[in-house]
T-cell receptor, first 109, second 113 residues
Framework: GQNIDQPTEMTATEGAIVQINCTYQ??????LFWYQQHAGEAPTFLSY??LDGLEEKGRFSSFLSRSKGYSYLLLKELQMKDSASYLC??????????WGAGTKLIIKP | IAGITQAPTSQILAAGRRMTLRCTQD?????MYWYRQDLGLGLRLIHY???????GKGEVPDGYSVSRANTDDFPLTLASAVPSQTSVYFC????????????FGNGTRLTVT
């Protein structure tokens, strides 16, 4: 089966920048999603990458390298409300999503 | 307000009982999904439907069944609940399967005792 790897937990300071990495197996790749999930809530869509490069959307950016099987989510000017889990999900060869376990981001003042 | 609605919000269920989790969307999305989310694990797909009238098995389908009689509704049934089915269940929909973002319901927290 395919594995999605992302760190379990990260800590960052309010106002700083944090990069959350995600690696996946490259066979049958059809795109990669990032979702945000606050504790006790549903995941919400952040970004989608299918081509190499950086997609910027306000304070959040997502990067993809298909040859390396690697993506990251970059969060700038961190705010306390950014404390959440960030889920990486690959679209596989059957157009189904393979989800990582999520990275819990803790923001400290 | 357009979106996806799940019911109930939470439920405590005795082992062996039958339970149906309800899911309704009003976005006219073709694809719908049921996931379970357990601590330390990623979202795991139970069943999915790419369009009304069709369903498919996901990664963890055993003990669950679904139906998709129309575009809007996608109920998930546990025929005879077991404690290992204690989890948070999310229903989701997308315009089509694959590249469209998923819209999630607020989840159902199910405890099987």
């Amino acid at each position: 089966g395919q594995n999605i790897d992302q760190p379990t937990e990260m800590t960052a300071t309010e106002g700083a920048i944090v990069q959350i990495n995600c690696t996946y197996q490259t066979s049958g790749f059809n795109g990669l999603f990032w979702y945000q999930q606050h504790a006790g809530e549903a995941p919400t869509f952040l970004s989608y990458n299918v081509l190499d490069g950086l997609e910027e959307k306000g304070r959040f950016s997502s990067f993809l390298s298909r040859s390396k099987g690697y993506s990251y989510l970059l969060l700038k000017e961190l705010q306390m409300k950014d404390s959440a889990s960030y889920l990486c999900a690959e679209v596989d060869s059957n157009y189904q999503l393979i989800w990582g376990a999520g990275t819990k981001l803790i923001i400290k003042p | 307000i357009a979106g996806i609605t799940q019911a109930p919000t939470s439920q405590i269920l005795a082992a062996g009982r039958r339970m149906t989790l309800r899911c309704t969307q009003d976005m006219r999305h073709n694809a719908m999904y049921w996931y379970r989310q357990d601590l330390g694990l990623g979202l795991r797909l139970i069943h999915y439907s790419n369009t009304a009238g069709t369903t498919g098995k996901g990664e963890v389908p055993d003990g669950y069944s679904v139906s998709r009689a129309n575009t809007d509704d996608f109920p998930l049934t546990l025929a005879s609940a077991v404690p290992s089915q204690t989890s948070v269940y999310f229903c989701a929909s997308s315009a089509d399967s694959g590249h469209s973002p998923l819209h999630f319901g607020n989840g159902t927290r199910l405890t099987v005792t």
